[in-house]
């Protein structure tokens, strides 16, 4: 079973803090993304990697960055945490389309961050 | 661009009722279309999926199949529990891309 693993559940962090959200998975899945998730907003794509050192902006990319040193890590980077950026984040990983199948996205169970 | 719709919610319904929620997409390519559903507190989770026109997808009682005549993707099940009160997503991923496209999710609550 593929696991995709979020470093926190919870998470309260100060307006003005640099806040790193970690994630992991272990089935060497070459792609992984960032979402954020908001009552009324649905899922909304942050950051997304095909590979080791690259990343591609998503639909609401500002205030965020990323980093992926290694193909099993994708961290999301809050460079000035706002209050607006209090959400659920969830990770998740995938097999490429290019690999003869559909692979579904992995979802981690997600890490609901707090900014006061 | 590559869309889905779903119905909207709250969808409520009694246990042992039958489920439908609808979903629909737009798309340029060939997509895998993929049904999710969340528990309170938790992730998403891949209920089922189906990769070509008139594929079935099943799981723990869920069906959908994908319809490409009238581009749709309806989740059913025949008899609901309280165990399956949840969000729902329908999903597309186009063959020759990488990204999803979310539907916005329908809220389900069974009673007893």
């Known amino acids: 079973d593929v696991k995709v693993t979020q470093s926190s559940r919870y998470l309260v962090k100060r307006t003005g803090e640099k806040v790193f959200l970690e994630c992991v998975q272990d089935?060497?899945?070459?792609?992984m993304f960032w979402y954020r998730q908001d009552p009324g907003l649905g899922l909304r794509l942050i950051y997304f990697?095909?590979?080791?050192?690259?990343?591609e902006k998503g639909d609401i990319p500002e205030g965020y960055s990323v980093s992926r040193e290694k193909k099993e890590r994708f961290s999301l980077i809050l460079e000035s945490a706002s209050t607006n950026q209090t959400s659920m984040y969830l990770c998740?990983?995938?097999?490429?389309?290019?690999?003869?199948?559909?692979?579904?996205?992995?979802f981690g169970n997600g890490t609901r961050l707090t900014v006061t | 661009g590559d869309s889905v719709t779903q119905m909207e919610g709250p969808v409520t319904l009694s246990e042992e009722a039958f489920l439908t929620i609808n979903c629909t997409y737009t798309?340029?390519?060939?997509?895998?279309l993929f049904w999710y559903v969340q528990y309170p507190g938790e992730g998403l989770q891949l209920l089922l999926k189906a990769t070509k026109a008139d594929d079935k997808g099943s799981n723990k009682g869920f069906e959908a199949t994908y319809r490409k005549e009238t581009t749709s993707f309806h989740l059913e099940k025949g008899s609901v529990q309280v165990s399956d009160s949840a969000v729902y997503f329908c999903?597309?991923?186009?063959?020759?891309?990488?990204?999803?496209?979310f539907g916005p999710g329908t809220r389900l609550s069974v009673l007893p």
């Open positions: 999903a597309q991923r186009d063959n020759y891309g990488q990204n999803f496209v």
């Open positions: 798309a340029t390519g060939y997509p895998s």
């Open positions: 990697s095909y590979d080791v050192k690259m990343k």
């Open positions: 998740a990983s995938s097999s490429p389309t290019g690999t003869g199948n559909n692979s579904p996205l992995h």
């Open positions: 089935m060497d899945h070459e792609n």
